[in-house]
């Protein structure tokens, strides 16, 4: 057995979706349109008699700005997977504000658990098995499909089985700016909001970058989601006619290209985001 696995995951900023609940986890999903950010979560797995997880969130210098210990769904899919390991997840970007960073830490704990304890899955079967266990604890329904490749992606099918869409898209620079958590759980257990939601829904793939930011703040603004916070934001790009909108499901914002960093960093810490070229991945395995 390695003494160490390191694994990275990119996150995923979704634009707009739908639910798709089926009764079976597996199938369970969501149809709808993001893009996989060069940002996201790497984790480290090493043996352990029992399973413990820590939640670390540092800024690009290094600096520990907030941990935590335990993660109910990384356990849970510890738990599934039959092993006992210690987890740490690392991550740059806020949590619970729409960056898919729940998804990020599921999978690549699945992919570091699996090269760690030599269980012999597929990168599938792990993505499954991650996939399921997001959508049991309801941190989301789509974002691990998403990252297992790079670029801005179209789901046109629930769940690791459905198809996705890809445009590659490696000069889109986006920035975003979050105000505060937004837990998907609120959201995707209420069916108030889930009617909307689906209501909301274009129910079609975008054809460029920009078409793509049109169907999401057509969303956005259908759904109900908008907070105050996100209002103020969407209205300060709105008057520069910088493409923007919100992002789901996290309380801020998301916008294309350089000018938006100006606009958003008056209003908190702007976060300057590419597109990631390759999805979930193992970095290092120590003997």
Known sequence: MPGKVRA??????????????????????SLGAGVVIDEGVTVVATPDRS????????????????????SAPVESLMEKMGVGSRIVTECHLPIGAGFGLSAAALMASALALNALHDLG??????????????????????D??????????????????????RDR???LHLVAVTFSALPSPTVLTSAESLERITRAFPGRCPGSPEEFFTLSRQFAEASGLITPPVRKALSLCDAKEIPASMTMLGNGVFAMGDRAGKVLSGLGEAFSLGVAGEGVRILEVQE
Do not use: M, N, W
């Open 51 to 70: 399973p413990a997880v820590r939640i670390v969130r540092k800024d690009l210098h290094g600096t520990i700005l907030e941990s935590r210990d335990g």
């Open 144 to 165: 691990v499909a998403a990252c297992q490749a790079g670029g801005r992606d179209c789901r046109t099918g629930p769940g690791i089985p459905g198809e996705i869409h």
């Open 8 to 29: 990275f995951c990119p996150g995923h900023i979704s634009g707009y979706f739908k639910p798709v609940f089926t009764g079976d986890p597996a199938t369970t999903g």
């Open 169 to 171: 898209d490696a000069d």
């Open 121 to 142: 899955l597929s990168r599938r079967e792990c993505a499954g098995l991650a996939h399921e266990t997001e959508v049991l604890h309801r941190t989301g329904l789509g």
